[in-house]
Structures are given as structure tokens and as C-alpha cells.
């Protein structure tokens, strides 16, 4: 549309559209055709402000046409040329067509001048209403949609707010100075501070003297965007109790990304701790319980034995008579004194003097003993010594274990069966294992393997792993087991930390 209105006549006169074209080429876009058909195609075309049609026309008359033109382009504004005699056709265009004024013909040119100038005011604001409508519906519509979101945001919110106040895990919102922002029911139920107590004042309240430097340092992490999880640590109660915690810490950010403080949620894990504490004593409690017992059975029968003898002695005038018992009654008491002195020997905290030497000379030098019992039960040894660096070893524990492990192994094996001592040097560890070929450790045996007095042999004290395990602990060794039923193989890793 230029800045002139376009205007469209329709008349099947040719005279009077060229009279009209004369009339109005210089103040509008002009338009004009004899056929409504033709009219349309122009609609179709341009932005028509205003339309003139003449009432009486061969193919489709002015009222019909306008009926269409309101129906297709209701913005364009409708002018009827009609005679006073077709009033009823005037009625049904006003009606139906929505004309906005009727000319009357032989019209007077200043008349139709004004109307059709009137014409376009009307058009301009129609289209100024509707372009105004359209930015309103617009407007409506973003309004719409922006409050939904709202609610829906509100309603996560709400939604995670109870969440947040219905959990008992206690949650709180830090600023980054360390001032309390946010205190949820589960933080005044482990920590005893309402909420109205706590908000606005630095956490530092919260915990221990002993425990600043670590909250700085958390702080620092936060800080840098990186979050905690599952940090175990004391905290105070408001009544000065501590509490052990769990902590998860993860930075808040803004819509920038920028760190402006943190979120902290906190598990309290006091009670699990104490029955943590509890279990780990009773275990211990009855472990010493049957210890006791044990040694208690253990050292009770030698006495029983050497106090039957004794009293057999006091009884009778010559005792000399009974000398062959004497050598029986001094191996009971060996017996009850090397259980009580390997029971000792398991104690951990026992020191030992430790002396930089190599392992394979201890295991040559113990050999024939070990290799005595073999003899005897038709069992054969062999040695696997790779070159191995020195460690620091007390050699009188070294060899309690190698006879402890070897006489184990040979134990286990039949007749003919072959007991390997190896060494190696694996992976900056020095590696004794014991390898036999025996039936392999019963599961309920590997599963307290180490445990004092459990034994599956009728003579067995159940001491010589214990023992074993005490000396790996005090050589920072560890011992492993690794068992199938063609065999069994106790491996010693010794660390080479702390060697010259
Ligand atoms: N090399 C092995 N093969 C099979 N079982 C073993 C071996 N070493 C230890 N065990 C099992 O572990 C138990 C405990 O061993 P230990 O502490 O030396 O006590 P004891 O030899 O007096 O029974 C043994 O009774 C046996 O059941
Ligand atoms: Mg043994």
C-alpha cells in the first residue's frame, strides 16, 4: 500500500468509472473495473481501503458483491452507489453487506468527496484496532503462557519445599561468609536450634573448636564449584553435645554460574556410630570370653595330669619308683607353658626388634628342623629361592612363622605329598610363599582364619595361624591364603618401605 488509500470502483458504466477516475486518480490509488470478478482478483492483489460499487449490474448486483466482500475482507470499507427506488435492496446491503454509507445517484461531487474520505478515516482506524487487537490478543497469549509457567514453578517449588521440610535429614542453606540463610526441621531436630534462633548467624556455631580449619578448607572447595558428598565429621549440638555427621556440600550458583553460597545436607550418624562402637566390643568381649575359656581348658589339663602324679608321689614312700612318669609330667608342662607363650606371642602391640637381613638365609638356616618332621612322615621339601633384597626382620618371629605355615602344610598332606617354600621379588614386595598339597581349608576355617583356638585337628592348640598373623602385623606384612582342594598356599607379602 503506498501512502495514498487504494480505492476500488466498481461500476458496469464505463462513463461513470471514468468520470469517478478523473475525479479521484490524484488523491487515491485508483482502481476500477465493470465486473465484480474482476474486482475480487484486485482485492486479492491490493490492500483496498475503501470499495464503490454501483447497486445495479449485469452479472452479480451491488448488494450480492458486498455481501462476499464483507464475508472476505471485512476491514475494507463498503459504498454503495444506489437509486432511491431500490430501497429494499439497500435494506439487505446494510444489513448484510455492513455498507458503511450509500451514494445516491445523480450524487453530488463534493458529497462523495467527503464520504469516501470518511470511508478511509474508518478504514485507518479499523485498521488500527485491529493491528491493536492483534498485539493485545499477542500480549494475552505470552501473558498466558508466562503465568503457567509461574505456576508451575511455584508448584516445584512448593512441591520441594515439603520435601525439604518433611525430611529428617537436616538441610540448610549457607551464604558464603557462612551465615545461615535457611534451616529446615531436620536441621533443628539434629542440631537443637529453632529456626528462628539460627537464621542470620555464621555456622561457625555449629561446629567444634578442633574442626575450623577443616570448615575453611570445605569452604575453599565450595567456593571453587566443587561439591562434597558423603564427608564424615563432628559437629555440636546446641547444648554442646558432639555428633557425628555426614555432610554433603554442594555450591549454590546464580544464573551466571557464579557461586553465591552453599547447600548442606546433614545425615546424623551417632546412634549408628555407638552401635558401630558396641558390636566392635562385643565382638571382642566374646572372642576374649572364648580365648579364656580355651586357654583356661588348654592349661587346666597338663595341671590336672602333673597333680594326679604329684599326689601319686605324696602317697606312697618311694617315689623314685615312679621316675618314669617324670619326663611325661615335664612334657605336660612344656605343653602348657608353650600355649601360654604362644597366646602372648599374638598380642600386636608386642615390641620386636627388627634387623636388616635377607629372608632366604632365615629359611635355609631353619630347614633341616622343618625338613625333620617331613622325614618322618615320608613327606618331601623343596626350596624356590629367587634373589631377593634385604628386609627388616626379627629372624626368632620369622622362623615361628615358616615352622607355623610349613608344619600346617605338611599337616595337611598325605604320604608322599611335597611341601614348596618359595621367594620372589614382586611389584616392590617380597613374596614367601608355603605351598602344599594337601585338601585346601575348610570354608568355616577361611573365614576366621587367624582366629586364636579354632583348630580342626585333635591335638591342635588353633594358636600357629594366630601367631603368625600377630608377626606379619608387627613386619607391616600381610598374610594371604589362597586354598582349592589339590592344595593350599599361605603367601607373605613383606612391603620394601623402610629398607636401606
Ligand atoms: N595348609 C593348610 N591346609 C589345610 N588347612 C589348614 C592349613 N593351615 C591351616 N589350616 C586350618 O586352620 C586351622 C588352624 O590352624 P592353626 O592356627 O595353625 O592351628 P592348628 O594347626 O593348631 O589347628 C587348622 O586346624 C586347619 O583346619
Ligand atoms: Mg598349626
Known amino acids: ?74 476491514n475494507a470499507i463498503r459504498i454503495l452507489i444506489t437509486g432511491y427506488s431500490q430501497i429494499s435492496d439497500l435494506i439487505i446491503s446494510v444489513n448484510q453487506g455492513r455498507i458503511f454509507s450509500y451514494i445516491t445517484k445523480p450524487w453530488n461531487l463534493g458529497d462523495l468527496k467527503n464520504t469516501i474520505k470518511e470511508a478511509f478515516n474508518e478504514n485507518a482506524l479499523i485498521l488500527e484496532n485491529s493491528s491493536l487487537l492483534e498485539s493485545l490478543k499477542k500480549s494475552n497469549q505470552r501473558l498466558k503462557l508466562e503465568i503457567e509457567e509461574r505456576r508451575q514453578i511455584e508448584e516445584k517449588a512448593l512441591r520441594l519445599a515439603s520435601i525439604v521440610e518433611s525430611t529428617e535429614d537436616g538441610i540448610m542453606g549457607l551464604a558464603l561468609d557462612g551465615i545461615i540463610i535457611d534451616w529446615n526441621r531436620g536441621a533443628e531436630c539434629i542440631y537443637g536450634y529453632t529456626e528462628a534462633e539460627i537464621l542470620g548467624e555464621s555456622v561457625i556455631k555449629l561446629i567444634p573448636e578442633g574442626k575450623y580449619d577443616e570448615f575453611q578448607e570445605m569452604i575453599g572447595n565450595i567456593s571453587q564449584g566443587m561439591p562434597m558428598t558423603h564427608y564424615e565429621t563432628i559437629r555440636q549440638r546446641k547444648n554442646g553435645e558432639t555428633i557425628n555427621v555426614y555432610l554433603t556440600v554442594s555450591p549454590i550458583k546464580d544464573h551466571a554460574g557464579k557461586v553465591i553460597g552453599a547447600s548442606k545436607i546433614v545425615n546424623d550418624v551417632t546412634a549408628q556410630k555407638k552401635l558401630e562402637k558396641e558390636m566392635v566390643r562385643m565382638d571382642q568381649m566374646t572372642l576374649v570370653g572364648e580365648m579364656a575359656a580355651s586357654i583356661g581348658h588348654e ?41 601360654i607363650t604362644e597366646f ?78 618359595k621367594t620372589s621379588l614382586v611389584d616392590k614386595e617380597v613374596i614367601l610363599a608355603i605351598q602344599d598339597e594337601g585338601k585346601g581349608i575348610k570354608p568355616e576355617i577361611m573365614k576366621r582364619l587367624g582366629t586364636p583356638f579354632i583348630t580342626t585337628k585333635e591335638k591342635g592348640t588353633g594358636l600357629g595361624l594366630a601367631v603368625c598373623f600377630g608377626i606379619a602385623a608387627r613386619h607391616k606384612a600381610e598374610i594371604i591364603a589362597v ?18
Open 1 to 74: 500500500m503506498g501512502t495514498k488509500g487504494d480505492l476500488l470502483i466498481i461500476d458496469d458504466e464505463i462513463e461513470v468509472l471514468n468520470t469517478l477516475k478523473r475525479v479521484f486518480e490524484k488523491d487515491y490509488e485508483l482502481h476500477i473495473t465493470q465486473n465484480p470478478k474482476e474486482a475480487f482478483k484486485i482485492m486479492e492483489k491490493f490492500n483496498i481501503g475503501v470499495v464503490l460499487c454501483d447497486h445495479r449490474m449485469p452479472e452479480m448486483n451491488g448488494t450480492e458483491f458486498f455481501v462476499k466482500v464483507r464475508e472476505m475482507y471485512p
Open 299 to 339: 592349661v587346666r589339663n597338663p595341671m590336672t595330669t602333673v597333680r594326679g602324679f604329684l599326689q601319686l608321689f605324696k602317697e606312697h614312700k618311694d617315689p623314685a619308683k615312679y621316675s618314669e612318669y617324670i619326663p611325661l609330667m615335664i612334657s605336660e608342662l612344656d605343653r602348657a607353658n608353650s600355649i
Open 344 to 421: 602372648l606371642s599374638i598380642s600386636q602391640t608386642k615390641k620386636v626388634e627388627l634387623a636388616q637381613q635377607n629372608l632366604n638365609d632365615i629359611i635355609e638356616r631353619i630347614l633341616p628342623l622343618v625338613q625333620v618332621d617331613a622325614i618322618n612322615e615320608e613327606k618331601t621339601i623343596k626350596l624356590e629361592l629367587e634373589t631377593i633384597p634385604d628386609l627388616l626382620l626379627n629372624h626368632k618371629e620369622i622362623r615361628q612363622v615358616i615352622l607355623n605355615l610349613a608344619k600346617n602344610g605338611l599337616e595337611a598332606m598325605a604320604k608322599g605329598g611335597c611341601l614348596i617354600i
Open 483 to 500: 586354598t582349592s582342594p589339590q592344595g593350599s598356599t599361605f603367601f607373605m607379602k613383606f612391603p620394601l618401605v623402610g629398607v636401606i
